[in-house]
């Protein structure tokens, strides 16, 4: 999918005006990286999200559509891409004969784990410069947000 070259009025090779049209250049900037990365490990970024997903075990199908907030046939379409890729499968869950679960394969763990070191390697290079207070405090803010951001949500 094409990006805009703007959000709402925000000129992103502009200057930073103000908190929120720094936050948009920045997740602009952040996007872009995912794709690219993505691209070079021949996945789509929505792939490289699900593959990522799937690390730390089996999913239900029902969870990962709530996850990436889409009904669950278009969670279909991108599992039938993925399965015929032979990066993830379905299978039956345990103890429910209607649900299925994603798991990766071991071609597809291998896939998210190059995939996840190669985009963590590249997100580090934008703060790479900072000194160490400002990262732990950058770290901190970040970390703060998610979590009001999580339990306003819960």
Do not use: W
């Amino acid at each position: 999918m094409e990006e805009l070259a703007h959000d709402c009025a925000v000129d992103i090779d502009g200057p930073v005006e103000d908190l929120a049209a720094g936050l948009i250049q920045l997740t602009r900037l952040i996007r872009g990286i995912y794709r690219r990365t993505a691209e070079r490990h021949h996945l789509t970024p929505v792939q490289a999200k699900l593959l990522c997903g799937l690390l730390d075990g089996p999913r239900g199908m029902a969870v990962l559509a709530q996850t990436f907030g889409v009904e669950k046939a278009a969670l279909t379409g991108l599992m039938d891409r993925t399965e015929k890729l032979g990066l993830a499968q379905r299978s039956p869950v345990p103890g429910d004969r209607r649900a299925l679960q994603a798991t990766l394969t071991d071609a597809g763990r291998a896939a998210a784990q190059a995939f996840n070191a190669d985009v963590t390697a590249e997100m580090g290079k934008l703060t790479e410069h900072l000194g160490p207070d400002t990262s732990e405090q950058l770290r901190a803010t970040v970390t703060d947000i998610l979590e009001r951001h999580r339990a306003h949500s819960a």
